[in-house]
């Protein structure tokens, strides 16, 4: 039996299909707290916990000494997983090697870039950027020249850690190491826990790259259900965890990758207690972090008192891709994850380290952050709105609390794989969710970088994409 | 049994032993082919074969219309492997974790650098360099922004494809992969041929990072003596491929690290030839090609037909090891070599890869490669030369084709481990050479770096470790 810690999720839900289905519409006042706690035969504190988290999401909104009010009935939000397609039993990950082959597009300058999950230059600080290296050859140029420390730049190190204070438990300069980008993070995490042939927990759907890399290294997947607003289903992952023989666990908790939700601190501390229950170690990629909209979000290694928390990150989504520069607190694993990372590439770039740690030590990469978080949320908005204006009735699509991509549903059981290709053709890079999945869950789903603003060009891109989304479906039809 | 393909090294080894126990001395003149080959029961083409073989390490000089005469009978050349030491069988490396350790002590920069492998900043062009990524973050500040091409830059690749054009068999633009550095390459085209508990081949004495690589992966190793002049032993490594059950084989055939030898072109072929009779990858680690003294050095790859050869290279030993830039081509591996890249690293720092395009585009690459050849000859020679000054009689060493580093024997039974020990203590970074073979083979050598100029402090290093050297011989010998 599952424990009751995560009832009010399920009123939640049920509250929400109400809301959905029209017996509470927008602007009504909800009953008391003491009325649905008798309605539901659950506690006032339950009640108040679903109120709380639905508020959050945005549904809701509770006015003092008032009452609770909708706010929201959006009928565009995506369906919350559907349990029954979740066996939740360990898998090989068989996707097609052509994964590789859609990211390539990207590298084609005439596309449009709908594609891979990007800021675009027009809303990073690429001149500065550029005038910080230009100002490290010419004053730290033999340090630049040299094989850095392989930890990584102190200054780097020291200032990455200084961002964690707040943290429940702080991330310390000793505990970090420097990869070249969040990916050898991962890769080396995922190394640092586990050996071919074990099973590693995913979320559903989550990153590909992630899926890519645990068919390569030859691990198992276990699926567990994501909310596309509240995160992966602890009670699900708590029942994975119960059954044993779980090496990892691979999350992000912040402005996750395709879904785009925050889960909230609660849960993430919740998410800690369970990889610490049962021993599990937990690798979190936390690349979109420093994008969350309202403000800098603590990741779950700010609970992580067991150091069983591998934690990665990058400044790829958020400052500069090419510079290829990552880093990872391994907890208790940093000494084989150290030694991974040595023998994987040595050391990182020297003059990407020594920018990054001028960047931070200035409070430029802080500033810088604030008006990025504005322009990704301004730019995710502009973009929903044109798809639901352009795409076919039916179409559902998130609501990002960070990061820059959209997650689009669309109707008429439309595989986005056709739609990719056709979109390709007419020189519009898309992502189809057929690889968001290790069998093809997610098939009808469609990623959008909304990473640029939404020029004219990206209007007509967006309106195109609709109209072929409308005609595959009628062709679905009349199949 | 053998075949007799390779004779004349047997002749040759005879040859040399005659001319150090002083049957031939210096300036003398040898019997003629004609007399040799009826005392050696061998064709007249096989002493011929050896001759050019003694000429070309420097022992020989044939003296057209005259004769052969000896040229030298170098008593500190090291010796030449004992074979008995070699059981040609598969064990796993253990190399203790301490190797990490070794290697730090590169970061601190109050240390006399005799370490590391690596030429100095006095010898590269820093200056020029920096202006590079200076020119290039004004010019192409998007392009260094940016994710490079899965592939590579193609200004980049396109230039290092020309570098090959005259090879038996060039390698094409298509053909290569960017990585980030030697090692990332190393270790993808490990990982591209094998799989944990396969069996590698490999030198002896050996790279240590590449014995580090096959441990952190699970492999076994064979090791295969290595002769100090003419490279790894091919009668050996066909005896191993004969028995079967051999995944790969990781080679140097340039300027070898740490013996500092080129094999012929004829050996390189032979090298090839048998990788194809016995279908066994072979995965050349040309890191230091590029610094060999005579001239450009075609790796074994110039001659793979098969698509066998999985080459690796760098600029990290000839330019700027803080770049963490490299390349492969991997043959026909190449699409798996090419996901597993994808997903260790996803792409290599793009601001690197344009800097060296340009800098191979301008000629300027090739052009600075002329003077660092002569400039690390130069090094290597006056290193030597303190060495025997200052280190006890019966110290044998090295004498380089390339590279920067000697390898160096001390006599007296030292284990150089406790000699790096005390250097440490006094400032002085070296190498000790046990961690160069699986089983401490070579306990008694020590690796020195030649890859800045012999300064007063570096002469006063040398004069320390000298002392040192004779002070733990005398202790051993009071035990």
């Avoid at 309605?39 to 809701?60: C, D, I, P």
């Avoid at 009452?67 to 995506?78: A, T």
């Avoid at 996750?256 to 990629?285: C, D, H, W």
Wanted: glycine share 8%; hydrophobic share 40%; proline share 6%.
């Amino acid at each position: 039996m599952i424990d009751d810690r995560f009832l009010y999720e399920r009123i939640s839900r049920r509250l929400l299909e109400q809301i959905g289905a029209g017996s509470f519409t927008v602007g009504q006042k909800l009953p008391s707290v003491r009325r649905m706690s008798a309605m539901f035969k659950v506690s006032v504190n339950t009640v108040m916990q679903s109120y709380r988290q639905l508020e959050a999401e945005g549904y809701l909104e509770i006015r003092p000494q008032s009452g609770v009010y909708v706010r929201s009935s959006d009928v565009h939000d995506i369906p919350e997983p559907d349990g029954s397609r979740y066996p939740l039993l360990p898998v090989e990950v068989s996707l097609s090697e052509q994964v590789l082959h859609y990211m390539e597009l990207h590298a084609d300058p005439d596309m449009v870039r709908l594609g891979i999950a990007l800021p675009g230059p027009e809303v990073l600080p690429v001149d500065r950027v550029m005038a910080t290296i230009r100002d490290v050859t010419r004053h730290h140029a033999l340090e630049a020249w040299d094989y850095m420390h392989p930890n990584g730049s102190a200054l780097f190190t020291h200032h990455l850690a200084r961002r964690s204070l707040s943290y429940e438990v702080p991330v310390t300069a000793e505990d970090i190491i420097v990869t070249s980008g969040a990916m050898e993070a991962l890769s080396l995490a995922l190394r640092s826990v586990s050996r071919p042939g074990d099973t590693v927990v995913v979320e559903s759907p989550t990153y590909y790259g992630a899926l890519l890399l645990l068919e390569t290294h030859q691990r198992k997947v276990v699926e567990v259900p994501t909310h596309p607003r509240q995160g992966i289903s602890l009670a699900a992952l708590e029942q994975v965890f119960q059954r044993g023989g779980v090496a990892a666990c691979l999350v992000s908790t912040n402005a996750q990758n395709p879904l785009g939700f925050t889960m909230s601190l609660e849960r993430k501390a919740a998410l800690v207690a369970l990889s610490e229950r049962y021993q599990v170690p937990l690798i979190e990629n936390d690349v979109w972090g420093d994008t969350v909209y309202q403000d800098a979000a603590p990741p779950a290694k700010a609970f992580d008192r067991s150091g069983l928390v591998l934690y990665c990150s990058s400044f790829s989504k958020s400052l500069m891709p090419g510079l290829r520069i990552g880093w990872a607190a391994a907890g208790r694993f940093q000494k084989r994850f150290r030694e991974l990372k040595q023998l994987s590439t040595i050391t990182s770039t020297s003059i990407s380290q020594i920018v990054m740690g001028r960047l931070l030590e200035s409070g430029f990469y802080a500033q810088h952050l604030r008006e990025l978080r504005l322009h990704l949320h301004d730019q995710v908005e502009a973009m929903a709105r044109e798809v639901r204006r352009y795409f076919p009735p039916g179409t559902r699509l998130t609501r990002p609390t960070g990061g820059c991509v959209l997650w689009v549903r669309l109707p008429g059981g439309v595989d986005t794989l056709a739609l990719f290709q056709r979109a390709a053709g007419r020189g519009i890079h898309v992502f189809p969710g057929g690889v968001f999945s290790v069998d093809g869950k997610h098939a009808d789903y469609l990623r959008l970088n909304a990473g640029s603003p939404v020029t004219a060009q990206v209007r007509r891109a967006l309106c195109w994409l609709g109209e072929a989304a409308a005609e595959l479906a009628a062709e679905n039809q009349r199949r």
